[in-house]
């Protein structure tokens, strides 16, 4: 993770990015730490004021009865984010998610059928209706989810994408989706947060046929 300067922290896997701002650090430099699972503990109260500063070798976090050390990373890099995130502008197509829908999304990914690969993709396919597919291997039970109360302006598209991703967005609240192209990062972005993911390779994507199971959510 990199806590920036401007008041913003950037973390990223090298698939996906969430930049997250509205903070006031204590310096200007932008620091790296490792990702803890210590930072997603439940006992570190969200609804408390807490303490940043730092050392010369650790960011140190006070929240609560907790006081935490993480080690300042000074040998890493981070990906450089100049001209990384897409200006809202150059989307053609964006997915407005209704609230129930995200809520049935969020539940039925993963339920999916597998394929057993390491990025369980899944085809998001934005034509006429909104749907996201999932098969297994070779294809014998492919499930399609049916997004009835949602919407999307703009261009038809047809894309690949790690379910994982997709369900991350929508347990982090986004209601909208930007899409560019099948082939350029899916974009959402609120007052204070960005989260964006590549999508996965075209060919995986699977097509609509007539034998596979159809889920509508506004009947689930």
């Known amino acids: ?40 503990c439940q006992a570190l109260a969200r609804d408390r004021p807490f303490q940043l500063g730092k050392t010369e070798t ?31 502008s150059v989307a053609t197509t964006r997915l407005r998610l209704d609230p129930d829908d995200a809520h049935f999304l969020g539940e039925a990914l993963e339920r999916l059928p597998e394929n057993d690969e390491v990025n369980a993709p899944a085809t998001f396919d934005l034509n ?19 997004l009835s109360r949602s919407a999307y302006t703009g261009s038809p598209v047809r894309l690949c994408t790690d379910r994982a991703f997709l369900s991350r967005a929508v347990r982090l609240g986004f209601g909208e989706i930007e899409i560019r192209d099948d082939g350029s990062p899916l974009v959402c972005r609120n007052a204070h947060r960005r989260y ?24 689930a």
């Open 128 to 146: 006429g209706k909104i749907a996201v597919r999932a098969g297994d291997p070779a294809l014998t039970r492919i499930t399609e989810l049916i």
């Open 58 to 88: 650790h960011v140190v976090l006070q929240i609560g009865p907790w006081t935490l050390s993480l080690e300042i990373q000074a040998e890493w890099r981070f990906p450089l984010l100049a001209g990384l995130i897409p200006d809202t």
């Open 1 to 40: 993770m990199q806590l920036r300067g401007e008041g913003e922290i950037a973390a990223s896997d090298g698939c996906q990015l969430l930049l997250r701002g509205g903070f006031h650090f204590p310096w200007n430099e932008p620091l790296l730490i490792r990702r803890s699972p210590v930072l997603s």
């Open 196 to 219: 964006l993911w590549q999508p996965l390779s075209k060919e995986s994507t699977i097509e609509p046929v007539g034998a596979m199971t159809r889920i509508e959510s506004g009947l």
